[in-house]
């Protein structure tokens, strides 16, 4: 989420490149069709010194951290609202923030959600996003898998509205539960969900944002609390934690500064976009004074502002970055986007610009980032090593996109109910929830304009092989959650196809060979469901030819071709499972036919999709190989029987490490992994061991160290020495270990230490020494 009092719908103006802005203007508005070309996809002109560009890089990073955690304001509110929902009347009641976009009111939300003091008051929590089109059936699933049931998903799918708030009456009752339901734009919503929430006069609470005042008197009797504006200091506050980052205001500046962001009369969201404009203009009073009296016409020109506000910062992008921001109109309002597939899309689009030795999906990333940094995106979720996981546009900003689009032929969006039909769209990217079969909606258009074919929901139809006939041109084709049969006959013909994500059904007969003929493709992400063994599978090599591809993910499928001729040198990723149960199948993955394999996931299981113990001999030979990779840097194994404390031969290269379900050879296996000279970041999770024993010179360079579910970690001795750059610890429910070495709290680089569900031994071990270790120490934190 956004930092600052507001996380709605902000803005923030481009770092470089600002002009004078013209407000409404798209970046084609004659209709002609938008090419890679006009948005300035061009080939960098200019050379950069390495070690100052990873310098700048990292602090950029760093940067963007830190800003993660700046909040302005809210600190009154926040009290105010966490003592309404923890105290009061033992009936449930409902709780509304209410106010107008820009001001936060998701932001403040999500604070009083995460505080510590409300996870423990309240038994089970739900967090849902409502919005404008809401669907009660929709609403009610998302609030069920909030609250992790036992069911399996697809039972809840097939049930009609009344039987899941039968089954959400019942999964809340007699339980003290949160239900926060965001950004309701309409009363229906609370009629609809009401008779859901059980009362049982324990406490409970509904927490709604909205913009709308009937919104909450409608759903309680008790009055909103409506989110203040920002006063003048907290003005300030915020607009010089976006123009300095850190740095302090010099003094002829702060006047002018002040009167800027009194001018913008405490709305966030134009205090972001002028913080973010003025971050990268000329510091001086000269420039800034050219604002004063004429703040509201660069944030406007009328009302309602804010769809002037997003032109403002959008005509103002650089133009390498305009189609990727565009692209997130592509996906469903409030959805939780993976960064790392939205990568492989852009590159697959032909948006990233290709520059010196860097790959394409390092300078994708930057890409992202810099929207990050201009609040264009926002974070919903960062990796262990900082980087970005999740991501999420504000439904504002995400209909800006799709206006965009539209009008520039850019992307055409397509939903079940509310269907438009362009003679020649460029990009489709279609919205289903069943009711409307997605081989209707393809007959309407003119396939070869089309160069993507995006799916996201319900297609409406299982058997899909004719769909995608006569588009031979296209170059992404994305179908999630649509099951196939069977791989549609017509895909052999796409040659241009850079992405392709497919999902089989388990009973499905597969012709994988027929992949062999996309010599163009960089991505495939290939979902096999639960295959079963004796499925009849044909030969894979045809996957294993494909020389353009860079990213290769086979979920769930344990087959691998029994030899390869092919040398895959552009393959960087490679996510899929081995299986050792066919003897003459064993040893025949030549790893060194993937030589700049950068990142690896492996699985060693048998025909069950178990650990195969009885084969530890053939996964020590397996991971003796693992030297071949000179380039690997991420490495996950999964489901291995041993690590051996002889084995010597994993790559120096290694920086991320995660163990999951591997037998560690009792203290030898860490040993091994301690004299790697580059890992940053270890994760152990569900792992045979008993003892830690970490010798003074092991993990020179470890970083991040995460231990979850060791059910059999008791006991952890530490040398002087060991681990000097740790900064950040994690141990959940490992429930035998009882103490923590004192070599740990000397540790100068030790930030941040999170224990959970710990003995309680340790956790009375821990509580003395919150008050006397440097670093921040958090206990039972269920977010570990």
């Known amino acids: 989420m956004m930092n600052g009092r507001n996380m709605n719908a902000v803005a923030m103006v481009p770092l470089e490149g600002w002009k004078q802005p013209t407000y409404g ?15 300035g996809i061009e080939r960098a002109t200019e050379s950069v010194d390495a070690a100052a560009a990873a310098a700048t890089e990292a602090l950029h990073k760093r940067r963007r951290e830190v800003e993660e955690d700046d909040v302005v304001g809210f600190v009154d509110d926040t009290s105010t609202l966490v003592k309404k929902l923890t105290e009061g009347d033992r009936k449930c009641d409902v709780i509304s923030i209410i106010g107008m976009g820009g001001l936060g009111k998701t932001t403040l939300a999500r604070k009083i959600y995460n505080n510590v003091g409300v996870k423990r008051h309240f038994e089970c929590r739900a967090w849902v996003y409502v919005s404008q089109d809401f669907r009660i059936r929709e609403l009610l699933l998302k609030i069920l898998k909030e609250m992790q049931i036992r069911e399996q ?13 039968g089954k959400l009456f019942k999964c809340l009752l007699r339980k003290r539960y949160l239900i926060v339901m965001d950004d309701i734009w309409n009363t229906e919503v609370w009629d609809e969900v009401r008779s859901a929430f059980p009362d049982d006069l324990n406490g409970s609470r509904i927490l709604i944002t909205s913009r709308i005042n009937e919104v909450a008197s409608h759903a309680s009797s008790a009055p909103p609390y409506f989110l203040p504006f920002l006063d003048k200091d907290e003005s300030w506050e915020l607009f010089s934690k976006k123009v300095f980052r850190g740095r302090t205001c010099p003094p002829e500046l702060e006047t002018l500064g002040r009167k800027i962001a009194e001018d913008c009369c405490g709305l966030p969201l134009s205090i972001v976009v002028l913080g973010g404009l003025l971050a990268n203009r000329d510091k001086t009073s000269r420039e800034w004074s050219k604002l004063i009296g004429h703040v509201n016409w660069y944030l406007t020109e009328a009302n309602p502002i804010c769809k002037d506000i997003l032109a403002l910062s959008y005509t103002n992008l650089p133009r390498r970055l305009q189609p990727c921001f565009l692209y997130f109109g592509v996906y469903p309002e409030d959805f939780e986007i993976p960064a790392r597939q939205l990568i492989h899309l852009w590159t697959a689009e032909g948006f990233i610009q290709h520059t010196s030795n860097r790959s394409k999906e390092d300078v994708a990333e930057d890409y992202l980032g810099e929207l990050i940094d201009r609040s264009l995106i926002q974070v919903s979720r960062r990796a262990t090593d900082g980087g970005i996981k999740k991501c999420r546009i504000h439904d504002l900003l995400r209909d800006f996109c799709i206006s965009e689009s539209k009008e520039d032929k850019f992307l055409e969006l397509l939903r079940a109910g509310n269907l438009s039909f362009p003679i020649k769209p460029r990009r489709l990217s279609f919205h289903g929830d069943g009711s409307f079969p997605v081989y209707n909606v393809l007959n309407f258009f003119d396939p070869p304009c089309a160069r993507s074919l995006l799916f996201f929901g319900d297609a409406g139809d299982r058997d899909l092989n004719l769909f995608v006939k006569n588009f031979e041109l296209i170059r992404v084709l994305n179908l999630e959650c649509i099951v196939l049969h069977s791989i549609p006959k017509s895909i052999e013909t796409m040659i241009h196809l850079r992405y392709l994500r497919i999902e089989l059904s388990a009973s499905a007969s597969f012709f994988l060979d027929s992949l062999g003929n996309l010599r163009n493709l960089e991505t495939l992400v290939m979902e096999l469901g639960h295959v079963a063994f004796d499925c009849p599978v044909s030969s894979v090599n045809g996957i294993f030819m494909l020389q353009s591809l860079r990213n290769l993910y086979l979920e769930e499928f344990r087959l691998l071709p029994y030899h390869l001729d092919e040398v895959l040198w552009n393959l960087q990723v490679l996510s899929t499972s081995i299986s050792w149960y066919v003897k003459e199948q064993a040893f025949t993955v030549a790893l060194d036919k993937f030589p700049c394999v950068r990142e690896l996931t ?29 380039c690997l840097q991420k490495l996950k194994m999964r489901e291995f029987p041993i690590l051996p404390s002889d084995l010597i031969s994993f790559p120096l290269t290694i920086t991320q490490l995660t163990l999951r379900n591997v037998g560690l050879a009792e203290g030898g296996g860490m040993t091994v ?18 003892n830690l024993h970490v010798f003074g010179d092991s993990f020179p360079r470890l970083e991040v160290l995460k231990l979850r579910r060791l059910d059999y970690f008791e006991e952890w001795k530490q040398e002087e ?30 930030q941040k230490v999170e224990v959970s569900s710990p003995n309680p031994k340790l956790e009375k071990m821990l509580q003395k020494l919150q008050r006397t270790v440097s670093c921040k120490l958090v206990i039972g934190s269920s977010s570990i």
Not at 723 to 750: A, D, G, N, Q
């Open 25 to 39: 203007v798209s970046l084609n508005r004659k209709g002609h069709e938008v090419s890679p070309e006009k948005y």
């Open 153 to 165: 998903w697809k039972i809840l799918e097939d049930m009609g509205v009344d039987e899941l708030k």
């Open 602 to 630: 492996i699985r060693f299981i048998n025909k069950y999709g178990n650990v195969n113990f009885e084969e530890s001999e053939r996964a020590v030979e397996l991971l003796e190989r693992l030297h071949q990779l000179g």
């Open 673 to 690: 992994l301690g004299k790697l000279p580059n890992l940053r970041i270890l994760k152990i999770k569900s792992c045979a061991i008993s």
């Open 721 to 750: 020495g060991a681990m000097p750059c740790l900064r950040y610890l994690v141990i959940s429910k490992c429930r035998k270990l009882t103490i923590l070495p004192p070599e740990l709290w000397s540790l100068t680089t030790l």
